[in-house]
């Protein structure tokens, strides 16, 4: 690996943080400082430990990294499943699809890296 710029799980998060920022655009005004900053976070967080935790000197620090953005990733999902039942967001498929897609690749690279 030259960089996390290379891993798929680190291009895909990047997709979907840019998601996450075209759907919270039209949130209502009154969530800029609730919803919409949660979610944009939580979003930036999946790529942005990525990229640290590949930075880190060693798998078992890569490892931890990988489990927080597995943990904001979750937090993505959540709060997407509230913006859809205030009616702020009607369809998340696409985004959940690529949730699914991440949180695999992010347990794969976790095994990987944890091997003996």
Not at 44 to 65: C, D, L, Q, T, Y
């Amino acid at each position: 690996m030259q960089s996390h710029k290379d891993l798929k799980v680190w291009q895909e998060s990047m997709t979907l943080v840019t998601q996450i920022y075209k759907i919270t655009e039209d949130f209502p005004k009154h969530e800029i400082y609730g919803l919409t900053s949660q979610i944009r976070r939580a979003a930036v967080s999946i790529a942005s430990n990525i990229a640290e935790g590949a930075g880190r000197k060693g798998n078992k620090e890569f490892s931890r990294f990988l489990y927080i953005a597995l943990g904001s990733l979750s937090e993505v999902e959540t709060q997407l499943e509230i913006s859809q039942r205030l009616n702020y967001i009607s369809h998340i498929e696409d985004e959940n699809k690529r949730i699914y897609f991440i949180r695999n690749m992010l347990a794969n690279l976790i095994k990987s890296i944890n091997k003996p």
